[in-house]
């Protein structure tokens, strides 16, 4: 069947195509579908002899690509769902609810993995099984009769006004002292700082446009002490002048784009010389949020500065000064 399918497209494209271009196109064509058969039942191409649980995860990958889904985190559900296979031993079809609990309490009692990072664990292994449903590859969700997890809330506290203060203070040089201005001022996601360019920014208007999680566009912007910072910062640059240049740039020469990892490790380094724990990038998102919402902006439009799609997450970013709720019980009660 394959070699008639191909030999229909050389067929298709023979009239359209010279000599040359049409002996390229018929190499390709068998070089790269060599070894694959077209399934009868199923529309996706399979290798001959692969395993179709394989061919099932290639398949939920792409169908996550095909939503601009971050590699990384397709990497996570991947190494989930293949650590689920290798540790039961048993096909996609064959796993069960009383599988996955077995799985999962030797992961809680045995190697002690938190309860909230079982909880994302089993969300990986929910999504792939929902689109195996909706595809119609597999019978019935193993995961549904896990039951809901009960997670403790941790309240992951932003910095204090006294923590800001002595991160500024403590800054060495200027890239540092704009980059800590920056992820304050517009609350983005260190991947995001990372791949913008001076050309992103609008001085003018304080703002610049970043793209999130599923290549989804806002606007967001920037204080006068973050435009302030920024500007002489980038003046002090020696590739001063080109917009594509990377907004913010290692200390030594060749000046290369600073990297996340390269963020996350100067913020460490930076905490530690202003004695302020656990200082991390995404942690000034959750500061700018919790700042905004206490002074009074309201949550829908929190949410749509920080890039949410649901405001229970905004929610969980948020925490409200006792002394607000307080004078707001006074103000409508």
């Given amino acids: 069947m394959m070699e008639a399918i191909l030999r229909n497209v050389i067929d298709e494209m023979a009239p359209h195509l010279d000599q040359e271009q049409m002996e390229h196109l018929t190499n390709v064509l068998y070089i790269n ?50 650590n689920v296979k290798d540790f039961l031993g048993k096909r996609l079809d064959d796993i ?26 089993i969300h990986y292994l929910s999504s792939f099984w929902d689109f195996l449903i909706t595809e119609e590859l597999v019978h019935s969700n193993p995961v549904k009769k896990i ?7 941790v309240i992951k506290k932003p910095f ?3 923590e800001m203060e002595a991160l500024r203070m403590n800054c060495k040089n200027l890239r540092d002292r704009a980059l800590v201005e920056f992820l304050y001022s517009t ?38 002490s973050a435009k302030f910072y920024l500007r002489r910062y980038l003046q002090t640059r020696e590739d001063d002048g080109m917009d594509n240049r990377p907004l913010f740039v290692t200390l030594d020469y060749p000046h290369e784009r ?22 991390h990038p995404h942690r000034f998102r959750r500061t700018i949020a919790t700042d905004l919402l206490n002074r009074g902006m309201p949550i829908e439009q929190v949410k ?18 006792e002394e607000n709720v307080q004078a707001s019980h006074r103000k409508y009660a």
């Fill in 258 to 279: 600073l990297s996340v990892a390269g963020i996350q490790h100067m913020l460490r380094c930076l905490g530690k010389r202003a004695g302020v724990d656990n200082v």
């Fill in 187 to 224: 609350g983005v996601r260190v991947s995001e700082l990372a791949a913008l360019n001076v050309g992103d920014i609008e001085m003018g208007k304080q703002s610049l446009i970043v793209y999130g999680k599923g290549s989804k566009e806002r606007r967001t912007y920037l204080t006068d």
């Fill in 147 to 153: 039951g809901t997890l009960k997670v403790e809330k």
């Fill in 96 to 121: 069960t609810g009383m599988d996955l609990r077995y799985y999962y309490g030797v992961m809680r009692e045995r190697r002690g993995i938190k309860m909230s990072t079982m909880q994302t664990r």
């Fill in 160 to 162: 204090s006004a006294e």
């Fill in 33 to 82: 579908f060599r070894g694959m058969e077209l399934q009868e039942k199923r529309t996706e191409l399979t290798t001959a002899g692969e395993d179709s649980d394989d061919a099932k995860i290639r398949l939920f990958v792409a169908s996550k690509k095909a939503v601009n889904r971050q590699t990384a985190t397709l990497r996570q559900y991947v190494r989930e769902i293949r």
């Fill in 304 to 321: 749509e500065f920080l890039g949410h799609e649901k405001l229970d997450t905004t929610m969980i970013y948020c925490t409200v000064k």
